[in-house]
């Protein structure tokens, strides 16, 4: 089984990258949707939460941390085994699949990279990304740049990606930079 990590920074594509290899017939594992299953299903997530933030909610929470760099450091050193466990039993799930991917925007900063035989970034320009969080999101221009740069600069990750897919163009480009992709594979197949 080959295993491909996806990471990007927020608001670059990841979702609909990940929409097209689904519709292409791959295995896709969304950290985000996992992380989102923890916070609603794992108590001792909730019990860590509450005593730490005195909530459980997941956005409350993130306002926390994006405010407060060493509670999140500690939500993550807590979270991130937890998100491992259910990326393996995914693993094991798909083991009969000759390809499957992983989506995680800290891939890297999770230390989640060494996971996998290769990696793809998502990329797209700063400016094209705030706007989008903006509409997505519903933030102000503080509030998602305040989250943009929360995470590393791209320029940082992509050279240790062994693909960059540009998205900060049209939709049906990222369909198209896809299509190619998926082509790209059958040569490591």
Do not use: H, W
Not at 14 to 24: M, Q, V
Not at 48 to 65: D, G, P, Q, S
Not at 133 to 159: D, G, V, Y
């Amino acid at each position: 089984m080959l295993k491909i990590g996806i990471t990007g920074n927020i608001a670059s594509g990841k979702s609909l990258f990940e929409k097209y290899l689904k519709d292409a017939g791959f295995r896709v594992l969304c950290l985000d949707f996992v992380t989102a299953f923890l916070y609603e299903n794992s108590k001792p997530l909730q019990e860590f939460l509450l005593k730490k933030f005195n909530t459980v909610n997941k956005k409350e929470v993130a306002e926390i941390v994006f405010l407060n760099p060493k509670l999140k450091v500690e939500l993550e050193k807590f979270i991130y085994p937890l998100i491992l466990d259910k990326m393996n039993e995914f693993f094991t799930q798909n083991k009969n699949e000759p390809v499957v991917f992983v989506s995680a925007a800290l891939l890297f900063e999770a230390g989640f990279d060494r996971y996998f035989d290769k990696t793809v970034f998502i990329k797209a320009d700063k400016s094209i990304r705030l706007k989008r969080l903006m509409e997505r999101n519903n933030l102000t221009f503080s509030e998602a740049k305040l989250r943009i740069n929360s995470q590393s600069a791209e320029c940082k990750k992509t050279p240790k990606c062994d693909y960059v897919i540009d998205n900060s163009t049209t939709v049906e480009a990222l369909r198209a930079k896809t299509e190619d992709f998926i082509k790209s594979l059958n040569i490591l197949l």
